[in-house]
């Protein structure tokens, strides 16, 4: 079964850092582009960064930039996060989510994991 | 950035009802434009690919149209199990952006 399972949310003060984790099954993961998405509570959908398959290619939100760092490791089909200087308004439910299209660093999302809250409050 | 406006935010429609949902960009996007489901405390999943393309295993009551600028959403005939929230998605450049959602309820 394709799945993607996120770790390492939590309830993290103000100015902390947190390091997200996705962890891939079931497909080739070094093939393919994946991405981070969160979504406060309420809130829609909101784009964070993605990294191509041989993480040559990476983006990231402006409302990221310079705080989170992604990365992967395709020898352990893992997919990272590094948050820093976490501010309340970072506080989201952060999914992962693959690139259907195997080579690809921009794409439609076939396969979603059910993600991991982040909760940033003193 | 491209903007991704999508309307309406809400909508309530009794079962067998056909539903429509509209998505604008504010650059043309050609066709990279998804639609996603997400039921309540569920992830997303994809239901249309590149405009029209319909998901293996998505019931054909579901259909996306449009290219450039100007998206459409439907379902055809409203089923009990078709309340969520729908988001389009442009994928032309970054920043990946997402339309606000079109929370669908049953009348």
């Known amino acids: 079964e394709v799945q993607l399972v996120e770790s390492g949310g939590g309830l993290v003060q103000p100015g902390r850092s947190l390091r997200l984790s996705c962890a891939a099954s079931?497909?080739?993961?070094?093939?393919?582009?994946i991405h981070w998405v969160r979504q406060a509570p309420g809130k829609g959908l909101e784009w964070v960064s993605g990294?191509?398959?041989?993480?040559?290619?990476?983006g990231y939100a402006d409302s990221v930039k310079g705080r989170f760092t992604i990365s992967r490791d395709n020898a352990k089909n893992s997919l990272y996060v590094q948050m820093n200087s976490l501010r309340a308004e970072d506080t989201a439910l952060y999914y992962c989510?693959?690139?259907?299209?195997?080579?690809?660093?921009?794409?439609?999302?076939?396969?979603w994991g059910r993600g991991t809250m982040v909760t940033v409050s003193s | 950035d491209i903007q991704m406006t999508q309307s309406p935010s809400s909508l309530s429609a009794s079962v067998g009802d056909r539903v429509t949902i509209t998505c604008q960009a504010s650059?043309?996007?050609?066709?990279?434009l998804n639609w996603y489901q997400q039921k309540p405390g569920r992830a997303p999943s994809l239901l249309i690919s590149?405009?029209?393309n319909l998901e293996t295993g998505v019931p054909s009551r579901f259909s996306g149209s449009g290219s450039g600028t100007d998206f459409t959403f439907t379902i055809s005939s409203l089923q009990p199990e078709d309340i969520a929230t729908y988001y389009c998605?442009?994928?032309?450049?970054?920043?990946?952006?997402f339309g606000g959602g079109t929370k669908v309820e049953i009348k």
């Open positions: 989510a693959k690139v259907a299209a195997s080579g690809f660093f921009l794409g439609t999302f076939d396969i």
């Open positions: 079931g497909f080739t993961f070094g093939d393919f582009g």
């Open positions: 990294i191509s398959w041989n993480s040559r290619d990476i």
């Open positions: 650059h043309d996007i050609s066709d990279y």
């Open positions: 590149d405009a029209s």
């Open positions: 998605q442009q994928y032309t450049n970054l920043p990946l952006t």
